[in-house]
């Protein structure tokens, strides 16, 4: 890759301009270094295009509605952002609003309870709910090239994270939106790959805290510290 590319490659996440004077917020707004709002108008008009496909312009349009219904009393000045639905709600309303009743649920081992009352939650808003474990299929660790060493159970059987599978079963069922809950990284991923429908996330995977891992982002200056320093380097503050 060139330097000239290299140069051109978006940094929103480093950009220190205050956000209601950036040019993506604000039209005349401020730029900050390789700001893509400014500096990518030819991905920009490419990206565009593609909206004029019907389903994706549709679908855009109702993830926008369904933002805006998210947050209470728009219609006060000066506004507030009041905050009214939770994520779950979220999703079985954006069902509606693109006229889904079909969903996938694909959820890990470890969320079994939780996926459940998922299900149920779903199922209230008369949904259907086509569910798969990530372990579904009994597919040995062996069948990767693993050894006894590599499973988190040493010493038996254990299968593997199977997302490829669990898409396979979500196509097959013909899912109209498929909604991850707690897949580990990577196997995530794959299923996003795999997925015809398309797919969403009620939550993902934090041993650590919970299933909320902004937990360790909040507290990366202190508890945290050390997921920004080298083991060479010395621990957070204490505290």
Sequence with gaps: MGEKNKQQEPACASCHVTIRKRACVTPGGVGGPNCPTQEQ????????AK???????????QASLQEAACYANRHQRPYVLQPSKTRIQEIWEFAGRMGYSKLGLAFCLGLVAEAAKVEQIFKSKGLEVVSALCKAGATPKEWLGLGDEDKVRQGGFESVCNPVFQAELM???GTQLNVLLGLCVGHDSLFFAHAKAPTTVLA?????????PLAAVYLSDVYYARLKVTPTQGGGEDA
Excluded: M, Q
């Design 204 to 212: 993902v995977k934090d041993r650590v805290t919970g299933h909320n």
């Design 41 to 48: 108008k030819e991905a920009l008009a490419e990206a565009n």
């Design 51 to 61: 909206y004029d496909a019907p389903e994706i312009r549709e679908f855009a349009r």
């Design 171 to 173: 196509n097959r069922a």
